[in-house]
């Protein structure tokens, strides 16, 4: 079995900063792209930022600037720093990786979630 554990998350102040951690663990042959989502209350799930194996990375564009992706193979962790947060920011922040477990398998996984809340 995989799995993908999130932490990180928290109540911050705007302008502030948090670091969040994605760590996968289980049965891994290998991990392909990886991806921050996020979804506020009464919005749909959206894509924040993604990292391909190769570390080419992708942003919303509400976040550009702001939010750096990362990820360590070798931990098959990757993080999402985000700086200047915004109360716009505030949602809860999932963690979605594309797993090989076999040779010509490979699925979707989904990390439980963090909360992220930026209010003053």
């Known amino acids: 079995q995989v799995q993908l554990v999130e932490s990180g998350g928290g109540l911050v102040q705007p302008g502030e900063s948090l670091r969040l951690s994605c760590a996968a663990s289980?049965?891994?042959?290998?991990?392909?792209?990886m991806g921050w989502y996020r979804q506020a209350p009464g919005n749909e799930r959206e894509l924040v930022a993604s990292?391909?194996?190769?570390?080419?990375?992708t942003y919303v564009d509400s976040v550009k600037g702001r939010f750096t992706i990362s990820r360590d193979n070798g931990k098959k962790t990757a993080y999402l720093q985000m700086n200047s947060l915004k109360p716009e920011d505030t949602a809860v922040y999932y963690c979605?990786?594309?797993?090989?477990?076999?040779?010509?398998?490979?699925?979707?996984?989904w990390g439980q979630g963090t909360q992220v809340t930026v209010s003053s």
């Open positions: 979605k990786a594309e797993i090989r477990v076999a040779v010509g398998e490979r699925n979707d996984y």
């Open positions: 289980g049965s891994i042959f290998s991990i392909l792209g």
């Open positions: 990292i391909t194996t190769g570390g080419r990375t």
